[in-house]
């Protein structure tokens, strides 16, 4: 069956280190996303890709960098510039048109 | 930059009570999609509308698209122990692909 496939899913970092959350579909869809959620704060954008070797920030983009070298994939890096990166990130992807998203079943990232 | 807004935040009623969740755009929208996100896990899609004062229904569930297409909601008759979840309406931005999402409404039900 089609998905999108987040791990791990769960993860612990010291503060300081970077952390790559990996992030792989095999729905053949062209834009995939990265999306924050904390309590309270419902879904917040952080970048997102239309197509390959592609990307633009979303609203949160700051302390974060991502890649898509593949139409397949798209990971997210939480750098050590980020000031509050404890929290569940969620990847979805879509089609060209316009349809609902679908998503991973996410990471939950603990920085301590 | 675009809003998107719902009421209520938490909402909890009795089984077989009836459940309503709002939700307003800052500006107009192309569409409209409505997602579930059951405790613990992810969201799942529902259902997109993009017409003007447009209906849909799933079975106990009943979508509504304003006549300005600015304004949705989300209604379900006689809730179900398994409608728990946060309910999340979501409209595209500048970018068809770039959703703006609300902040949900969490919906608990008293068996």
């Known amino acids: 069956d089609g998905g999108i496939t987040q791990s791990p899913k769960y993860l612990f970092r010291k503060e300081g280190q970077n952390v790559t959350l990996s992030c792989e579909q095999n729905l053949n869809h062209d834009a995939m996303y990265w999306y924050r959620q904390d309590p309270g704060q419902g879904l917040r954008l952080i970048y997102y890709s239309q197509i390959v070797n592609d990307f633009q920030k979303g609203d949160i983009a700051e302390g974060y960098s991502v890649s898509r070298e593949k139409k397949e994939s798209f990971p997210l890096t939480v750098t050590s510039a980020q000031k509050n990166p404890t929290a569940f990130y969620l990847c979805?992807?879509?089609?060209?048109?316009?349809?609902?998203?679908?998503f991973g079943s996410g990471t939950r990232l603990t920085v301590v | 930059g675009q809003q998107v807004m719902q009421i209520p935040q938490y909402q909890h009623v009795q089984e077989g009570e009836d459940f309503t969740t709002y939700c307003n755009s800052s500006t107009t929208l192309s569409n409209i999609q409505w997602y579930k996100q059951r405790p613990g896990g992810h969201p799942v899609f529902l259902i997109q509308l993009v017409k003007s004062g447009e209906v849909k229904k799933q079975k106990r569930l009943t979508f509504q698209f304003g006549e300005a297409k600015k304004n949705s909601s989300l209604h379900i008759t006689a809730t179900q122990t398994t409608d728990v979840g946060t309910y999340f309406c979501?409209?595209?931005?500048?970018?068809?692909?770039?959703?703006?999402f609300g902040k949900g409404t969490l919906l608990t039900v008293n068996p």
């Open positions: 979805a992807s879509s089609r060209w048109e316009d349809r609902g998203y679908t």
């Open positions: 979501a409209g595209p931005g500048s970018s068809n692909y770039k959703l703006t």
